[in-house]
């Protein structure tokens, strides 16, 4: 098995004892992402469509640090505090991708680190 960290400046740097994402031989499993701007790490806060849009951009820095895109990607997992976001989650997603969508959760949670309203991890295949 060979296993490669993968970093980037362009994402947010990590807040816990993880990294941005793991690379095992094609598979790139991607730890969530909620809506920190990486040159601050300030949380976006307010319009949902802003944090949803900052953590996609999150995820495709990731994603080419890794050697990919969002178009490799096979799996996402959406976090939501208000599960009525989820219209605006698949409005935005459908701007940063195209058919064949990858498999898709959304999940509802009581709370996400740093008040964050939104956090999305997703595995990638390369």
């Known amino acids: 098995m ?8 362009k994402a947010p740097q990590a807040i816990g004892t993880y990294s941005q994402a793991i690379k095992v031989n094609g598979t790139v499993y991607m730890s969530g992402q909620i809506p920190l701007v990486p040159e601050t790490m300030e949380l976006i806060e ?8 900052r953590v ?20 996402l997992n959406v976090f939501l505090t208000d599960l009525a976001n989820f219209a605006t989650v698949n409005e935005i997603m459908s701007e940063y991708f195209q058919q064949p969508y990858p498999a ?8 996400l680190p740093k008040g964050a ?5 997703a595995v990638m295949e390369l």
């Open 56 to 75: 996609f951009d999150n995820l495709t820095a990731v994603a080419e640090a890794a050697g990919g895109s969002l178009s490799d990607m096979v799996k």
């Open 46 to 53: 307010g319009d949902i469509a802003k944090q949803i849009k």
């Open 117 to 121: 309203e939104v956090e999305i991890d």
């Open 2 to 9: 060979t296993r490669q960290i993968i970093k980037t400046d």
């Open 104 to 111: 898709r959760a959304a999940i509802g949670v009581a709370s």
